[in-house]
């Protein structure tokens, strides 16, 4: 069982629309990453929460501790956010290297 | 902004032969990096950790012999595919960081192919 459960699996909009995309996860995190995939593959890190909420330029994350649930929104959406969106969570545990458990994404299409 | 450099970004070789993916950070120095693997449809999923002058610490189920990572420097860490195989075929990326609270940095990937 996946311990970052992500929300919707594939999402279509059309350009303009606001777009919100959650993740959830299991036990308490220190940190929590948005991760953006383009189709050749290759990842962009997008935010990285702890607390709160970060904006950046049409992006907006958002994270509520308590209720182990992190929301990434895209406001006016256009074609070019069309990506694959992956949630990933450094876990709190002993000796951590910060390693990351990942969200399966969510795929984004955003339509003209 | 920081970048992480990774290569070669498509590779195709025969089952039998070892490959060598390198992952360099540009413009930070990088005491950390981590070598994942994605299949088609799946998630990322972390191989390994590498920190600069230390042996890797590979996760559980991931064979240290088959997949040698070396982080000789604060800018390099290789990963080195041996006598590989068919379902060795995924992408390979890398991702580094400064600090361990420092954000991290991707590679774009290697798309490897055995044939």
């Known amino acids: 069982k996946n311990e970052v459960e992500q929300s919707p699996q594939n999402l279509t909009a059309q350009e303009g629309e606001f777009i919100t995309i959650n993740c959830s996860y299991s036990v308490g995190i220190s940190a929590l990453h948005w991760l953006q995939q383009h189709p050749g593959g290759g990842i962009v890190s997008l935010f990285m929460l702890s607390s709160g909420k970060k904006k950046h330029g049409r992006l907006i994350a958002t994270i509520n501790i308590q209720e182990k649930h992190s929301s990434l929104h895209i406001t006016a959406s256009h074609p070019r956010d069309s990506a694959v969106y992956i949630c990933?969570?450094?876990?709190?545990?002993?000796?951590?290297?910060?390693?990351?458990?990942f969200g399966k994404g969510t795929k984004l299409s955003v339509k003209p | 902004g920081a970048v992480v450099s990774q290569h070669p970004s498509r590779v195709i070789c025969k089952s039998g032969t070892s490959v060598k993916i390198e992952c360099r950070s540009l413009?930070?120095?990088?005491?950390?990096m981590f070598w994942y693997r994605q299949f088609p449809k799946q998630s990322l999923m972390l191989m390994a950790t590498s920190n600069e002058g230390s042996k890797a610490t590979y996760e559980q189920g991931v064979e240290k012999d088959k997949f040698l990572i070396n982080h000789a420097s604060l800018t390099l860490s290789t990963l080195t595919v041996t006598s590989a195989h068919p379902e060795d075929s995924s992408f390979y990326i890398c991702?580094?960081?400064?600090?361990?609270?420092?954000?991290?940095?991707f590679g774009n990937g290697t798309r490897l192919t055995v044939t």
């Open positions: 990933a969570v450094r876990y709190n545990y002993g000796g951590s290297q910060g390693n990351l458990i």
């Open positions: 413009d930070f120095q990088a005491t950390t």
């Open positions: 991702s580094a960081r400064g600090t361990a609270y420092s954000p991290l940095h």
